[in-house]
């Protein structure tokens, strides 16, 4: 007999820009995010833990997180690096406001919280997670690629091609998926500062992406490799009540490290 699930409980905290709550939130605490609607927005602080950013001005105005003491002090170094002021400061307890003024407050718990819990397959391989990012504008040498088989050869064959003829790649390569309703073209990108004086290396093109937000998507290798196309759709097609896509676009993908990518897909919100 499996374990039955645990329910845990959650806030409904108030949010008067849902976007700029989202971002910090993710950037202060780490939370990342499963759902967003015109109206609120769901994100998971710990596997199993809920909070809802909601517009209703009815909405909870303070929010209590637990943390071991020695992730208090990283937050509190990183809560002053950031100029965000505590309000309380004390071995065991901060207190500290988001942007909408919400009082959050972070105790240090010193007993046994841990609960045993299990979820489905199926509800673990159905929940996305994933964060808001913003970027300024890009520029790449791009190449087309028939699949992803040939990332590896053909990104380390163009980084050496636009070196010798004098062009400085600005990091690594990355995978940029041209995305019109469906997978149009594959292509390997070398990044740059700005757009490049010389000729470019032979069956490449420069291509400029403008400034924009991205929902940032955690996907893991062993999935793309053959399901690829159906797991960037879904999350195209993730939280799209809120989260316009232009009428054709680039997905960016960034290896994380050898089991996992990022999948950078640019958004429009829309409130």
Known sequence: MSKPYVEFSYCY??????????????????????????????????????????????????????????N????????????IALEEDFPHWLVFRDQDHNKIGVWAATINLTVDYQISDKVVHDTI????ESKEELHFVIRSIADHSEYEITSEALIQECKKIGIVPQGDAVSLTRFSNQVDAIYIGVPLLSKPS??????????????????????HKSVLKDQRTTQLATRVQNGKETLRRPEQFYILEQNVDEDNIEAFIPYVWSN
């Not at 202060?28 to 994100?43: K, M, N, Q, R, S």
């Not at 997670?129 to 808001?132: D, G, H, P, Q, W």
């Not at 992406?209 to 929902?215: D, F, G, L, M, V």
């Open 72 to 83: 208090i002090q990283i937050l509190k170094k990183y809560l002053i690096g950031n100029k």
């Open 129 to 132: 997670r994933y964060y808001l």
């Open 13 to 70: 905290l108030y949010a008067s820009d849902l976007q700029a709550s989202i971002k910090w939130f993710q950037r202060i605490c780490g939370f990342l995010v499963l759902d967003v609607t015109p109206e609120y927005a769901v994100l998971e602080t710990t596997p199993g833990q809920i909070l809802y950013l909601s517009r209703d001005p009815d909405s909870s105005r303070d929010f209590i997180m637990l943390a071991t003491e020695d």
């Open 198 to 219: 010389q000729n470019l290396p032979d069956e490449s093109e420069h291509i400029v992406i403008p400034a924009q937000e991205y929902t940032v998507y955690p996907i």
